[in-house]
C-alpha cells in the first residue's frame, strides 16, 4: 500500500530556510511522479513544485519559483523540496502526494495526484 509521509515543517523567519521531506513507502519511489502542494486557512490548495518519476523533469508555481527546489532521492525514497528566502505569504499546511509514473510535470495540477501525505505544517513569521 502506497504511504506518503512529511516532515519538516516549522516557524521560520522571513528569509529563512526549511528542508522538508517526503517519504514513500509501500512501492519505490521512482514509480511515481511526485508533487508538493500547499493550502492556506481559507484558499484552496495549491501546486508548489512537482518531479517526475525519473527526476528529469520539474516545475514550479511563478510564486515559489527561484526560491524553492524539488530533488528527489530514489535510494532513500524520499523526494525534498529547499524553500529558501520564506516569506509570510508561503504559510500554509505543505502535503506531497503520487501521481502516475508517466505523469508529465507540467503546472502541477492537484486533480492529477492520487495519493496524499497528511501534511506539515509551515509557519513563516517574525
Known amino acids: 500500500q502506497l504511504q506518503l509521509v512529511e516532515s519538516g515543517g516549522g516557524l521560520v523567519q522571513p528569509g529563512g530556510s526549511l528542508r522538508l521531506s517526503c517519504v514513500v513507502s509501500?512501492?519505490?519511489?521512482?514509480?511515481?511522479?511526485i508533487g508538493w502542494f500547499r493550502q492556506a486557512p481559507g484558499k484552496e490548495r495549491e501546486g508548489v513544485s512537482c518531479i517526475s518519476s525519473s527526476g528529469g523533469s520539474t516545475d514550479y508555481s511563478d510564486s515559489v519559483k527561484g526560491r524553492f527546489t524539488i530533488s528527489r532521492d530514489k535510494f532513500k525514497n524520499t523526494v525534498y523540496l529547499q524553500m529558501n528566502s520564506l516569506k509570510p505569504e508561503d504559510t500554509a499546511v505543505y502535503y506531497c502526494a503520487a501521481a502516475g509514473f508517466n505523469t508529465v510535470v507540467r503546472d502541477c495540477p492537484p486533480d492529477e495526484y492520487h495519493t496524499w501525505g497528511q501534511g506539515t505544517q509551515v509557519t513563516v513569521s517574525s
Open positions: 509501500g512501492f519505490t519511489s521512482d514509480s511515481f511522479a
